[in-house]
């Protein structure tokens, strides 16, 4: 059975220091695995996806996610966080069985 | 630049009406989906279509109907409304009908159910 676990539901950061938001799935297939972003009363954008290709991968807006099979992760990461990033995130999996399954997501708050 | 459209955005029922979420895409995908998004639950899908005709339950389908007569719409009814069925209601489709590509998303239709 396929999982998502998003292991904090709110995350607070500073403006201009990292952010981290954590994200562990299981999966008995080589899965495909998202992060998007919510902002407000608006639809869900992709940051960034992994589909077996290079392990690191790199999104929009300065984020970028590393797929470590091992620990089963896909923690999403970001050097200096911005105003802007204030918004909700979901890591989500999709197989090839045509099920996607969303973590409950984390809500990033950036104090200034 | 349409992509995927919903309508309504907000919508007030009460229990036992009927109604139904519209959703549009103009990108020829073939693979289309419906969510509802609840607090702390991330989004859960409620019922897809991997092509005109073709249709499918999710993970909570009961109360809803879909049908897509063709490639562009996939409509979704609330046959007798609850108001247990208040939530957010996402429309998502993809071009990947194996299901291992991205996702589009609607901007969300808000129910109420009284």
């Known amino acids: 059975a396929q999982s998502v676990t998003q292991l904090d539901s709110h995350v607070s950061v500073s403006e201009g220091t990292p952010v981290l938001l954590r994200c562990n799935y299981s999966?008995?297939?080589?899965?495909?695995l998202f992060w998007y972003v919510q902002h407000p009363n608006k639809g869900l954008q992709l940051l960034l996806k992994?589909?077996?290709?290079?392990?690191l991968v790199k999104g929009i807006n300065g984020f970028e996610a590393e797929f470590k099979k091992s620990e089963t992760s896909f923690h999403l990461t970001k050097p200096s966080a911005h105003m802007s990033d204030a918004a909700e995130y979901f890591c989500v999996v999709r197989t090839g069985g045509f099920k996607t399954i969303f973590g409950a997501g984390t809500r990033l708050f950036v104090k200034a | 630049n349409a992509g995927v459209t919903q309508t309504p955005k907000f919508q007030v029922l009460k229990t036992g009406q009927s109604m139904t979420l519209q959703c549009a895409q103009d990108m020829n995908h073939e693979y289309m989906s419906w969510y509802r998004q609840d607090p702390g639950m991330g989004l859960r899908l409620i019922h897809y279509s991997v092509g005109a005709g073709i249709t499918d339950q999710g993970e909570v389908p009961n109360g809803y109907n879909v049908s897509r007569s063709t490639t562009e719409d996939f409509p979704l009814r609330l046959l007798s409304a609850a108001p247990s069925q208040t939530s957010v209601y996402f429309c998502a489709s993809s071009p990947d009908r194996v299901n291992t590509g991205e996702l589009f998303f609607g901007e969300g239709s808000r129910l109420t159910v009284l």
């Open positions: 992994y589909t077996s290709a290079a392990t």
């Open positions: 999966s008995s297939y080589s899965p495909s």
